[in-house]
């Protein structure tokens, strides 16, 4: 597949229902001439904990593209991160001040400034420390507008609540004051339960504010799936108080669902987290705001292999040291395997990782593979400090470089002063004896008869650590004849480890293969940076970023894109499926997986903000029109070209598939320098794809979540749109095949007999009458 087909596809999901996003963002012009403002509400605003510190810090720079000025980041005050974060200062916008001062009057502390990231947004925190003495009359407020308590307890919920009804004052304040100058259009974008309390009590007391609230994990359906329930199977049957109530998170549930039914419009990022939330939340998502990433573009393709081999040589060094006494494998015929994320056991798949671990160790045993693949378990958790043979692995590790490096030196010198006199050097004039006994000494002191760590800290717990338990009944305890080692880091990368010196973004660019089998996994940030880092990637279709590529990109293994099915198929078969990915992978040769991380990185440019971020338009300007219908109309009298007001217009109807070019130049634009073979033209299809109506925000369809029959089915609506369906589906069946996927560079990458990938699953396409339309374009954007 070419690169020009990826373009397209890229460019028409740019252009999503009529809307040219690019003619969008103009620095905040429309923006400021509607008297428009974007405020976003989250809790991880300049205050890292989670995933959606990640979404909104990526997601600035477009979002300040199309607001300017006029867009406010609204969080916690946080001492620690603000000192590194956030350029205090006072606010050069009028309104912000004003509304600012407000609150100071009474007693609310109210830090504001810029926060010191790419796009330098105007960041409003607010000190809940200093309005805590109102806790007690702030819930007594809350429950009497939203008849929901909340516990005394539960600090988190009370924080929340402090921090939402500090937001709830600000914008009142600040609606008042920009609407002094000119009509003004107000969106608030709150993010999670923790910002919900805000949205409530902005909705409840009617404020004149388009409110949008997107839910990125319910937090029911977190808790369930981490207490090891048949969560998929079991949607619809679930007793939802109950459940809450059971696990003392009653209140925390009603606040998420009754922000969810509050918002103007609620989105979610996936497809499959829209499903739960139909099911848990009892609310249908307008449409699916995905998460992007800020996609660095290397002028050249070969930059990005550079930095792999730059920072593989750094985790060589660090498994030199990790294995001494015992490192008799050959590093070029080593791959790098991880995983990574928060430490939930069976929601990350960390026990099918490592369940598949032990049955990629039997089939290279079995077959005699001269490849050692070590496999990096990244999971912070209690510690009590490093690992004392880990420590001391690194330290011989050093004395040897130092001395074969001083040896090195002196050698050097002995061979220029003897050539420079016009002879040939003997073995014993460079190598004297006590070179050797240097030598000797260093190998002697590194020689051990304990088996390598497995754990490279000191777990708090390790009796009970449900990795370190599955590693040693999986019996992976780093022995000589394992062709798979296995090192657990109990802690997030950073490059100021003694041990491991490396940035999370130089760890996953010195690794071959990203595996994530999530069993629950809204969305999936980890394998999403390891496709725009070009490194190639497991996932499974239960998590977001699987679905989304399954839909997106056809034949999506011959980009090194590996799906699981962990929906219709049984935990073990699974783990197989997995096992087996691993095993085709170390077969690959190098010049194949050169070819492959060429492949992986051009499918960056589909998860660029620059791309993704019209659904976030998309939902602002929807939530907009629910509250202003004027607001359209506004929009297009502000346009002076024709064109500009139709591409502003939501309402224009257009094919939800980005459909190729009709003239493809598949050789021209090839850019993979190793590929040596002229890749043959595309077979082009004349034939149009109908378009397909999209669903309305108030539709009464319900999505359907298809499994086996083996596995059981959720209801299914047998009204879904029979029209719609009948019409995409008499489509696709005269859709031509694609010819051109299977191109010299995927003979290469499966290349002999025994490394072809099974592609069989690959091919497979979903059917339409299987799929959910919340407004992202569906399977088979590269399809011709």
């Excluded at 605003?45 to 300017?68: C, D, L």
């Excluded at 409003?124 to 702030?138: A, K, P």
């Excluded at 020689?447 to 338990?469: E, G, K, M, W, Y």
């Excluded at 209801?715 to 719609?724: E, G, M, T, V, Y």
């Amino acid at each position: 597949m070419s690169i020009s087909k990826i373009k397209n596809a890229a460019k028409s999901l740019k252009n999503y229902q009529g809307i040219r996003f690019e003619q969008c963002l103009d620095n905040g012009e429309a923006a400021e001439q509607l008297n428009k403002w974007l405020l976003e509400v989250s809790w991880e605003v300049a205050n890292k904990v989670g995933g959606i510190y990640t979404v909104i810090r990526s997601k600035v720079p477009v979002t300040k593209s199309e607001y300017g000025n006029n867009y406010i980041c609204l969080g916690p005050y946080n001492e620690a991160f603000v000192k590194t974060e956030v350029e205090v200062g006072e606010s050069k916008i009028e309104a912000i001040r004003e509304a600012v001062h407000e609150m100071n009057r009474f007693g609310v502390h109210v830090v504001t400034g810029n926060w010191l990231i790419e796009g330098f947004p105007q960041v409003v925190l607010f000190d809940i420390g200093s309005v805590s003495h109102r806790l007690d009359g702030w819930k007594g407020d809350f429950f009497q507008y939203s008849r929901i308590g909340i516990p005394y307890h539960d600090k988190e919920s009370n924080d929340a609540l402090l921090f939402g009804f500090c937001v709830f004052w600000f914008i009142g304040n600040f609606i008042e004051q920009v609407k002094r100058r000119q009509k003004s259009y107000v969106i608030a974008h709150f993010h999670e339960w923790l910002a919900g309390v805000g949205l409530i009590m902005t909705r409840l007391r009617n404020y004149d504010c388009a409110l949008v609230f997107t839910t990125h994990a319910t937090l029911l359906g977190r808790y369930l799936c981490a207490g090891s329930t048949d969560f998929y199977n079991n949607l619809s049957k679930f007793n939802l108080d109950k459940e809450a109530g059971d696990r003392q998170i009653y209140h925390r549930y009603c606040i998420e669902r009754a922000a969810a039914s509050c918002a103007h419009v609620f989105t979610t990022v996936s497809k499959i987290t829209g499903i739960e939330s139909e099911y848990l939340l009892n609310k249908q998502p307008d449409l699916l705001t995905p998460n992007g990433l800020n996609v660095q573009k290397f002028a050249a393709l070969h930059e990005f292999q550079n930095l792999h081999a730059q920072n593989k040589e750094k985790l060589n060094a660090f498994v030199r040291g990790h294995f001494y006494g015992h490192y008799d494998f050959d590093l070029d015929k080593t791959l790098y395997f991880f995983t990574a994320g928060r430490y939930e056991f069976t929601n990350k798949g960390a026990d099918m990782f490592i369940e598949s671990l032990a049955r990629l160790n039997y089939m290279l045993t079995k077959s005699g593979s001269d490849v050692t693949v070590v496999a990096f378990l990244i999971f912070p958790t209690a510690t009590n400090n490093f690992n004392v043979e880990s420590l001391r692995g690194q330290s011989i590790a050093k004395m040897f470089r130092d001395t074969v490096s001083n040896i090195q030196a002196d050698i050097g010198k002995r061979l220029y002063e003897i050539s420079l006199k016009g002879q040939l050097p003997t073995a014993e004039q460079i190598l004297y004896t006590s070179d050797l006994i240097e030598l000797k000494k260093c190998i002697y002191g590194s020689q051990r008869s304990a088996l390598p760590p497995i754990c490279t800290h000191n777990v708090c717990d390790d009796v009970n650590d449900p990795v370190l338990n599955a590693l040693r009944r999986c019996h992976l305890f780093n022995a000589r004849s394992d062709r798979v080692k296995v090192i657990f880091h109990p802690e997030f990368v950073r490059s100021t480890s003694p041990l491991l010196p490396l940035d999370y973004d130089e760890f996953v660019r010195g690794c071959h293969l990203g595996v994530f089998p999530s069993y629950y996994e809204p969305w999936g940030y980890t394998p999403a940076e390891c496709t725009v880092m070009g490194v190639p990637n497991i996932s499974t279709n239960l998590s977001g970023f699987g679905c989304f590529m399954e839909e997106h990109v056809t034949e999506h293994q011959t980009y090194g894109i590996y799906v699981i099915d962990r929906r219709h198929q049984s935990a073990n078969d699974s783990c197989q499926q997995l096992a087996q990915y691993m095993y085709d992978f170390s077969l690959l040769t190098r010049r194949q997986r050169i070819i492959l991380r060429n492949r992986t990185e051009r499918l960056s440019e589909l998860l660029d903000w620059n791309i993704l971020g019209i659904y976030y338009y998309r939902a602002h300007q929807l939530a907009l029109a629910r509250i202003h219908p004027e607001f359209e109309e506004e929009l297009m009298k502000l346009s002076s070209e024709p064109s500009s007001s139709t591409a502003s217009t939501p309402a224009v109807s257009r094919s939800s598939t980005p459909a190729p070019p009709e003239h493809d130049d598949d050789g021209s634009e090839d850019e993979d320098e190793h590929q040596q073979i002229q890749l043959p033209p595309s077979q082009v299809s004349s034939q149009k794809i109908p378009q397909k109506e999209l669903p309305s925000s108030d539709s009464s369809y319900k999505p359907s979540f298809p499994r086996a029959a083996s596995a059981g089915k959720l209801p299914f609506d047998k009204q879904l749109r029979a029209a719609a369906v009948a019409a995409a589906n008499t489509a696709a069946a005269n859709e031509p095949t694609m010819t051109d996927a299977f191109d010299d560079e995927i003979y290469q990458i499966t290349l002999g007999a025994k490394n072809q990938l099974n592609l069989a699953s690959a091919s497979h396409t979903i059917r339409h009458d299987d799929q959910i339309d919340f407004g992202l374009s569906d399977t088979g954007d590269f399809v011709d």
